[in-house]
């Protein structure tokens, strides 16, 4: 297990991990859910496997990763490689959190709770950018 970093949302440090037996799907096969959540804020970040261990190393990687201080705006190859993991879209029509689509040709991150935003690979660093946490807006002094 490795040390867990502060939230990546708000910088609280004071994560929690909770990992529970669940059945995956679509295989069926029974595995372990491990979510790790800040206390302060709720943002959170979930990992299934089927080894406890697994779905724990997982998750805190991505946490971890989530957690890094450097919130570079993503490639295009970096953002299909986020396999399932939230990122945060800065776009002309939508700015928010969203789970990149996995294996789409055509768009790649569509908004949930906004109806029907699309995100298309061709128009990348053009109308949108994504990012591995929210970007801070710019100073000002
Ligand atoms: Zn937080």
């Known amino acids: 297990m490795s040390e867990l970093k502060p939230c990546p ?14 059945v995956g799907i679509p295989s069926g096969d029974s595995g372990y859910r491990v979510t790790i959540k800040c206390r302060d804020c709720g943002c959170s970040i979930t990992r299934w496997a089927l080894k ?8 805190e990687a991505a946490w971890n990763r989530r957690a890094q201080p450097d919130n570079a705006p993503l490639t295009l190859d970096e953002l299909r490689g986020m396999d399932g993991e939230p990122v945060y879209i800065v776009g ?18 569509r908004c949930p709770d906004e109806a ?13 950018l994504a990012y591995r946490t ?8």
């Open 92 to 109: 002309r029509l939508y700015g928010g959190w969203t789970v990149p689509w996995r294996n789409a040709a055509k768009y790649i991150a």
């Open 52 to 59: 406890k261990a697994w779905a724990i190393e997982s998750a």
């Open 134 to 141: 929210k970007p801070e807006p710019p100073e000002r002094s």
């Open 9 to 22: 949302c708000c910088d609280a440090d004071n994560p929690f991990k909770r990992a529970i037996p669940e």
């Open 116 to 128: 029907n935003i699309s995100h298309y690979p061709k128009d990348y660093g053009k109308t949108w």
